[in-house]
Each structure stands twice: as C-alpha cells, then as structure tokens.
C-alpha cells in the first residue's frame, strides 16, 4: 500500500476510530489506547505506543498513518502569544494560521477551518482571498495537537496548555460541517483533549440551517457575527443574510440555546467599523433586537487592510456604543490587542496571500468569547 493511501488516524472521530479498527478485525478497547497515544501523549508514530503488541503495530504502520498539516512558520510573540501558519495538503499557498492566546491560566487556540472563505462578508481580508478549500478534520484537530506539542512532550496530566478553543480563524466553520464537527468532537473527549464544551466555541456568519444540525451533533457553545442591527445593514457586511435574515438566525440562536442540556448564552460578536455600524442609533437598534435571547456582547474594532475602504473606530467611539448597551443591561467585552510584534513577521511569511495583513488583530480577546 503507498503512503497516499494510507488512512490518517490524527482525524478520526472517536466513533470513527472504533469503526475503523472494527474493520480491520481489531477490537474496540484498541481504538481507545491510540487515540490516547495520538491526542494526549502526542505520538507521531505506532512504534512509540508501547502497550499495542509489536504484531498490531506493524499491522498499523502498514495501512495507516498519523500526518499533521506542515508548519511553515512558528511565531512567539513578547507576551507569549503563539502563530503558527501551516500548509494543508495541496501545498502551494494552502496556508491557514492558528493563534494561541495565553492569559494567565487560561490559553485559547484560535483555529481555521477553511482556507479562505466563500462568504465575502464586506470587512473581512480572508473573504476578499476568496475560497480556496475545505480543511479535513486532520487538518483541524491538527492545530490543537500542534499548539500543544510546540511546548514540548505532552503529559495529559502536567499543567493544560490549550484551555479553549475557538473555531475564529480563517474560513465559516459551518460551510465545513462533517470535518468540522468532528475535530471539536475531538477536542472535548476525555480520551482526547477533555475540554469542557463551555471553552469550546463555534463562530459562524450565519449559516442558520447548519445551526439547526449543530445542535444535534455536538453542544459547544455558539458565537454568532451579527454586526449589524437590522437586515438593510446586515446585507451590505454579511452577504450570507440576504439568504438568512436576521430574524431567523435569532430564532436558530433561540432553538440552539433551548436544545443545549445545560442554561448556556450566545456571544454576539459585533466588528465595530468607523461610520458604518458604530453610531449610537446602532446600538440602541441592537440593545432592542437582542432583548429576548441570552447573550453576551463582544465588540471587535474593525482591523483594517489594503483596500478594505472602511475604517478603524476612534477608542471613544467604541467605549460610547459599549456604554450603550451595558446600561441597557448586557454584559459588554471590547477586544484589546496582543501579539502585535509577531503580526509583522506573519504577515511577510504569509504574504502571498491577497490583502492578508494583521489578521490576529481579530483573534485578540477571545479569552472574552470564551468565559463563562
Ligand atoms: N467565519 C466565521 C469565523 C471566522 S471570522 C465568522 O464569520 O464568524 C472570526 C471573527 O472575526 C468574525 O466575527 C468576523 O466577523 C471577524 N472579522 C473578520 N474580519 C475582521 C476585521 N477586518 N476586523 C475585525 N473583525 C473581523
Ligand atoms: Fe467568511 Fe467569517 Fe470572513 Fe465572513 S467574516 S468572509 S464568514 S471568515
């Protein structure tokens, strides 16, 4: 058998997993040993998993493999923020970027699930790259496994090193469903990485019947890009709601939070652009519209890039639309920056991509999104 043909067990599902070693006469409790070896010990091969009989293991080097997405470049920053830009298969310019964000004991991973984006919402560098393709669970799970590795041999028991997750990065998570669902069905499994489903969390543009399905498959929690406070507004940032106004994501929003087993709330993340959306009738508008769901506000000022035509918010600006929602009663974060000295060296490494500069900027607070 050649190497192509080889099955990558590093995105296997654990249901997956199972399913794979039934079909080739092994049973069930084997699944569970590698999957330990892969997520929690790191293995990059069968030969390190000691407590698998040398005949099996042989058996598995022949027809399976474990292959992480190629890491082009590995930034640390001051304040001890981490970029990774990684090559998914295809190579070329195939490039996504993970983000590591420590914050005391906590350290969220923002993670891409797409290379480039087919939504083009009007704001946005990875929409104007355009979609290029879809990553395989592999290529996803891969970053978790990446960024914890990166600080040296795994001990599943030693001190945690990726504490949250957030699908935040390149690419709508929703428009990757399978490969998507089943990376974060990694992420939280005890046999994997055990993160509790509240510091897993999904951003998506709005992709409401995807919304509907999610809740099904999985219960991580849910940040929702709205970013404007009513459709007129809404059509012109994220062209997704011309075919899902806003009504109806509020009510996928509502039928998500009734379906979790736990009281749960929304994060609304909310990209606050310079004369666009960051007036305060807007935020009045928005105050109104979000009254009857459980949620919480994150404003992100806009980051800009080449040829974007919008334009940052003053810090006044921002603090005046906050205020006006937390008197109206929510729970309001405001994005700081982190990691700026390495977002000059990224955005050289990544630089043939199309208008790709500061991307973390966007990544930044996300220890926000992800407190409970
Ligand atoms: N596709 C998903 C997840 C990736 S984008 C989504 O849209 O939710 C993650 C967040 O960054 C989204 O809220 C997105 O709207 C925001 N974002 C994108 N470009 C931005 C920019 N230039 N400035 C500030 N936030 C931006
Ligand atoms: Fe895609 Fe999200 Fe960017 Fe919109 S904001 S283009 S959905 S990555």
């Not at 041999?153 to 669902?181: A, C, K, Q, S």
């Not at 009857?292 to 921002?318: A, D």
Request: aromatic share 6%; glycine share 6%; hydrophobic share 35%.
């Amino acid at each position: 058998m050649t190497d192509t043909q080889k099955v990558n067990l590093l995105g296997l599902s654990p249901d997956k997993l199972i399913e794979f070693f039934e079909s080739i006469g092994e049973k069930k409790f084997r699944a569970t040993q590698v999957m330990k070896w892969i997520h929690q010990k790191g293995a990059e091969s069968f030969e390190e998993m000691t407590d698998v009989s040398k005949k099996l293991r042989a058996k598995l080097e022949d027809i399976c493999e474990i292959r992480a997405p190629e890491i082009v470049s590995q930034n640390i920053s001051n304040d001890g923020t981490r970029k990774w830009v990684i090559r998914t298969a295809g190579g070329g310019n195939n490039c996504v970027e993970a983000v590591l964000i420590p914050d005391g004991e906590r350290a969220t991973l923002c993670v891409s699930s797409q290379v480039g984006c087919s939504l083009d919402c009007s704001f946005c560098s990875t929409g104007k790259q355009g979609f290029n393709r879809n990553l395989t669970a592999a290529e996803i799970i891969g970053q978790v496994w990446i960024a914890i590795k990166s600080f040296g041999p795994m001990d599943h028991n030693g001190p945690r090193r990726v504490t949250n997750v957030v699908m935040m990065g390149m690419g709508e998570p929703l428009m990757n469903f399978e490969p998507v669902v089943d990376a974060m069905t990694l992420m939280m499994h005890d046999n994997a990485y055990g993160l509790s489903k509240r510091r897993v969390t999904l951003s998506t543009s709005g992709v409401v019947p995807r919304i509907y399905d999610l809740v099904k498959r999985t219960d991580v929690s849910l940040a929702i890009s709205l970013h404007a406070p009513n459709n007129q507004l809404r059509n012109e940032l994220v062209p997704i709601n011309k075919k899902y106004p806003i009504e109806e994501l509020l009510a996928a929003c509502q039928h998500y939070l009734d379906n979790l087993p736990d009281k749960r709330h929304i994060t609304i993340e909310y990209t606050v652009i310079a004369g666009v959306n960051d007036q305060e009738h807007h935020a009045h508008e928005l105050a109104k519209l979000l009254e009857n769901l459980e949620c919480k506000i994150n404003l992100i000022p806009f980051n800009p890039f080449p040829n974007s035509g919008y334009e940052k918010p003053s810090n006044n600006q921002t603090r005046r639309f906050q205020k006006i929602l937390a008197d109206a009663g929510y729970t309001v974060t405001v994005r700081t920056t982190r990691g700026d000295d390495i977002d000059a060296a990224c955005g050289q490494l990544v630089g043939d991509f199309l208008d790709r500069t500061r991307r973390s900027d966007k990544y930044i607070e996300l220890k926000q999104v992800t407190d409970n």
